[in-house]
């Protein structure tokens, strides 16, 4: 089982900019989906944006042109560029990794999550 953990949230105002990192404990990426999810008060877990393992992506259409996803395979690495952050970005994020994913961004395909990284962003 592959085991995750978030680090990058913080605090941040409107406009701003952060990048989340997810640490794998195994080469996940190189056999894996990854993908970056994030719910907030909802309960819903929306899934904003996702790497397959031939490097394709997809993204969410409220993150599109603002968010990138990226991999260091060689430091088992999942990373989550997150710029012209809005207040409405505010969520916990978790990234997760799933095998063999037909629908990238549908949370019930994937198997491995790490514990979140919050962050929020103030107007």
């Given amino acids: 089982q592959v085991q995750l953990v978030e680090s990058g949230g913080g605090a941040v105002q409107s406009g701003g900019s952060l990048r989340l990192a997810c640490v794998a404990s195994t080469y996940a990426g190189r056999r894996h989906s990854m993908a970056w999810f994030r719910q907030g008060q909802t309960n819903v877990r929306e899934?904003?944006?996702a790497m397959d393992t031939?490097?394709?992506t997809v993204y969410a259409d409220s993150v599109k042109g603002r968010?990138?996803?990226s991999q260091d395979n060689a430091k088992n690495t999942l990373y989550l560029q997150m710029n012209?952050?809005?207040s409405e970005d505010t969520d916990m994020y978790y990234c997760a990794a799933g095998y063999?994913?037909?629908s990238k961004l549908d949370?019930?395909?994937y198997t491995a999550w790490g514990q979140g990284t919050q962050v929020?962003?103030?107007s």
């Fill in 107 to 109: 949370p019930y395909e």
């Fill in 67 to 69: 968010f990138t996803i």
């Fill in 47 to 49: 899934g904003i944006a």
């Fill in 84 to 86: 012209g952050l809005k």
């Fill in 54 to 56: 031939d490097g394709s």
């Fill in 120 to 122: 929020t962003v103030s």
């Fill in 100 to 102: 063999l994913v037909a």
